[in-house]
């Protein structure tokens, strides 16, 4: 079955690069994302990239995928304390599909 | 409000006992989802509905849970019986046909005592 995982935490200083890590297992993902969480509120889609994709950069975000290797990270640049949260890596084979999540990483930003 | 509402934010309830959730998805969007997530873990899928049909289950939703999107728009799930494991934060998300991005409501969190 589908399987997605990432490690659970990631401490980092403020204005340094942060890198989140993920794997998955299933090699019919077609879409693979990046979903961030803060305390009592919902998830938040940041960013996305198709399968056929090698790099996807968006502002402060950087999103590379190893297919070959099913693995995917999220570089976050000049992290922020407003960056701190958790966030989750999550697979679908189309858009209709159900999103298969990861267990979470916390990423906490100290000054 | 243009984003995804669910109700009640918050439910403590007794076990053994049923309880009901509602969803109100963006309006529009005709893909509705519902995903439990437990303390330390990411969300899990639970159903999903295309206007008022459901077309997936997972193992995860026994006869205990069921859901309803009777008129393709608010969603209800229920869960009859309740046992502590039930706990958890039940998240609806929506999305509109064809788009990539769901949106995700702040959920209902299930304390059973």
């Known amino acids: 079955g589908e399987d997605v995982e990432q490690s659970l935490f990631l401490s980092v200083r403020e204005g340094d690069s942060s890198v989140i890590n993920c794997t998955y297992t299933?090699?019919?993902?077609?879409?693979l994302y990046w979903y961030k969480q803060e305390p009592g509120a919902g998830l938040q889609l940041l960013t996305y990239?198709?399968?056929?994709?090698d790099m996807k950069q968006d502002q402060r975000l950087t999103v590379l995928l190893n297919k070959k290797d099913k693995h995917l990270s999220l570089r976050i640049a000049d992290t922020q304390t407003g960056d701190s949260a958790i966030y989750f890596c999550?697979?679908?084979?189309?858009?209709?599909?159900?999103?298969?999540f990861g267990t979470g990483t916390r990423l906490q930003v100290t000054l | 409000d243009t984003g995804v509402s669910q109700d009640p934010r918050h439910k403590i309830t007794k076990r053994g006992q049923n309880v009901t959730f509602r969803c109100d998805p963006i309006s529009e969007h005709n893909r509705l989802y519902w995903y439990r997530q437990t303390l330390g873990q990411g969300p899990e899928f639970l159903t999903y509905?295309?206007?008022?049909?459901?077309?997936?289950k997972s193992r995860l939703l026994s006869d205990r849970f069921s859901a309803e999107r009777p008129k393709g728009s608010f969603s209800t799930l229920e869960i009859q019986r309740t046992e502590q494991g039930d706990s958890a934060m039940y998240l609806c998300?929506?999305?509109?046909?064809?788009?990539?991005?769901?949106?995700f409501g702040q959920g209902t969190r299930l304390t059973v005592v």
């Open positions: 509905f295309q206007n008022e049909a459901q077309l997936e």
């Open positions: 998300a929506s999305i509109r046909g064809g788009n990539t991005e769901a949106f």
């Open positions: 990239i198709f399968s056929n994709m």
């Open positions: 299933d090699s019919s993902s077609t879409y």
């Open positions: 999550a697979e679908s084979i189309d858009t209709a599909s159900k999103l298969t």
